[in-house]
């Protein structure tokens, strides 16, 4: 009889935490694919599709190499860089853009030790939090673009800079 009162409680907490909110977000995932002669890549986003103001807005990127040979990649400008350099996201709010407010950073020309390599069929994932370089406290329904631009990269035959087109726009909710 204990048990059953006890599983019970347990069922009575698991209903009462996801009628708070509190449960886990349905997650949005957009992703773009970059061929080009032998080179492909594929770079995806994914975000809590409802995020609580006043929490941090982390996104997850994965970039991964679907090539053949291994590749090298200049993180710079990018989220695999681990914090903003550059603003990476057209963001919109009740039909107002909101402005980048994080660091601008100018560099050297990059040297092959700046490169990061991926091996094939393998990939990297970082997080990052995007209420950091951004103005994201206000309730309401965000939309979210992220521009990637172009990539630096170098493989086995060649150093390149290839063009990526934007992501779709996820539209985000902020309660």
């Known amino acids: 009889m204990n048990r059953i009162i006890k599983h019970l409680s347990g069922l009575a907490a698991v209903a009462l935490l996801s009628s708070c909110g509190l449960a886990h977000a349905q997650a949005l995932t957009e992703s773009v694919t970059v061929a080009h002669q032998k080179i492909s890549l594929t770079l995806s986003m994914e975000i809590d599709a409802t ?3 006043g929490q941090q807005w982390l996104a997850k990127f994965q970039i991964r190499n679907n090539g053949q040979s291994a ?3 200049l993180p710079w400008g990018t989220p695999w860089e681990g914090s903003f350099s550059r603003s990476l996201f ?3 709010s009740a039909g ?3 402005e980048y407010i994080g660091p601008m950073i100018k560099r050297r020309a990059p040297s092959s030790v700046d490169y990061v390599e991926i091996q094939p069929g393998m990939s990297r994932l970082i997080e990052l939090d995007i209420s950091s370089a951004y103005n994201l406290e206000n309730r309401g329904d965000y939309f979210l673009t992220y521009l990637p631009s172009s990539l630096a990269l170098i ?3 060649q150093e390149l800079v290839v063009a990526v087109p934007d992501m779709a726009t996820m539209k985000v909710q902020a309660m």
């Open 51 to 53: 995020i609580s103001v």
């Open 71 to 73: 590749l090298s990649f």
């Open 90 to 92: 057209d963001i919109e």
């Open 96 to 98: 107002r853009k909101i």
């Open 155 to 157: 493989n086995q035959e």
